[in-house]
Structure formats: C-alpha cells, structure tokens
C-alpha cells in the first residue's frame, strides 16, 4: 500500500540567499572531502620510492577511484547547483544524462533515463537531477531508479532491496527550513524552483518503491 506524504509548506521564513550558498557550498565541500582525500593519498605513496608491487598499484587504484568520484560530482554540481549556461538559459538533456550516468556510477543505485532529449528549462533539469540522487540514496543496498515522463512532468521511482526515505527530505522537498543541513539543501532549494514555476512536487513511499514527482507549471 501506497502513502502520499504530505508536502504542505510549513509556516516560516526561508533561509536568505547568503545562508542557502553557505549551505550548498558545505554540501559540495562535503561530497568531494573523501574522494579528494583518497586521490591525495594515493599521490603520496606514488611519491614514495620505497613503494613497488602491489603497493603501488593499490596506490594507482586509488587515484584512479578518487579521481573518478571528484570528476562525477563535480560535474553533477555544475548542473544541478551551479549557473551552467548564464541565468534563465537551458540545459541539454543529454548533458544531465550523461552526468547522471558518471554520478550513478559511483553509487550501488543503476540509472534508467525514459525522457527524450533537447533543451529544457534550467530549473526543471535542476529539479530532476537533485530527486534523481535523493532517489540514489533511497537505495543504499543497491536498487533500480528510473526517470520517466516529460521535462514538465516527469516521475523518478526508486526499488530495492531496502528502502530508506529521510523525513528530512520530505520536509526539506516540502519547503520546510527548519533545521536545515547542508545535505537537504538542495532539496529545499528544488522545492522553491518548483513553486516558483506553479508547479508541484509529490512523494509516495510503499514498501515497494519510493516515488517522486514533479509537475511544472505551463
């Protein structure tokens, strides 16, 4: 049995532009710390003489790992948070495919796109790319999360072996700031393109599936 969660906007003050970039900053800080780390150590035992064999290509695999991580996630970002493009400009669709495709990559989640290609409006892309890795994290056990429908309407279904849905970032999806983390920012800031554009963000959890959706306005 399905239930819809309930996304009514809270009653409180969103958070001022400056708070909500030092939030997203953190957030990509945060996502980028381990495989940055990695690639540094990577480095240093390269570094090391001494190093030979099977240490070295431990060494190499860690680079190699580090620095595939960092590439994904920074080029995920570029898209989903920064201002790719210039202000009111579209995005290619082909592009955030192919980002998500390098970002499912390094998580257990595997990745079905079923919406076409082309240009669309920034904000819909940014809104489908931050659900499509919330949908990523519902399955941490490995899982499928398709993308279906059209870029002003479009559903992303995540199934798995074990299905984890934060009350957090329904809150966050709902519009509320309360208690905010650099996590769930781009949550609340994707709930905020969307009704900035009439549309409608919807959340059903089932044991079999979570699924988001979103609905833009004409």
């Known amino acids: 049995m399905s239930e819809a969660l309930d ?5 409180n003050e969103d958070p001022d ?3 909500l970039s030092a939030l997203l900053s953190s957030r990509v800080c945060h996502d980028l710390i381990n495989p940055v780390g990695a690639l540094s150590s990577g480095l240093e ?3 090391d003489p001494a190093m030979e064999g099977a240490m070295r290509e431990a060494a190499m695999d860690l680079v190699k790992s580090g620095t595939q991580k960092a590439v994904a996630l920074l080029s995920y970002a570029r898209l989903a948070y920064g201002a790719a493009g210039g202000f009111g400009a579209q995005i290619s669709l082909e592009d955030a495919q192919k980002a998500l495709k390098e970002l499912f990559a390094i998580t257990k989640a595997n990745l079905e796109w079923k919406i076409g290609t082309g240009l669309a409006a920034k904000e819909n892309v940014k809104v489908l ?3 499509a890795y919330a949908a990523a994290d519902c399955v941490p056990r490995g899982g499928e999360v398709v993308i279906e ?3 002003q309407n479009f559903s992303i279904t995540a199934t798995g ?3 984890l849905l934060n009350d957090t970032l329904v809150r966050a999806l709902g519009g509320d700031a309360s208690d905010l983390t650099p996590k769930m920012t781009p949550a609340l800031i994707a709930s905020q393109l969307v009704k900035s554009a009439g549309g409608v963000l919807r959340v059903k959890r089932s044991d079999e599936a979570v699924v988001f959706k979103a609905s833009f306005g004409d």
């Not at 996304?7 to 009653?11: S, Y």
């Open 7 to 11: 996304l009514t906007p809270p009653d």
């Open 17 to 19: 532009a400056l708070t």
């Open 45 to 47: 035992v390269l570094e």
């Open 129 to 131: 790319m931050v659900l």
């Open 149 to 151: 429908g059209d870029i």
């Open 161 to 163: 072996k074990k299905l």
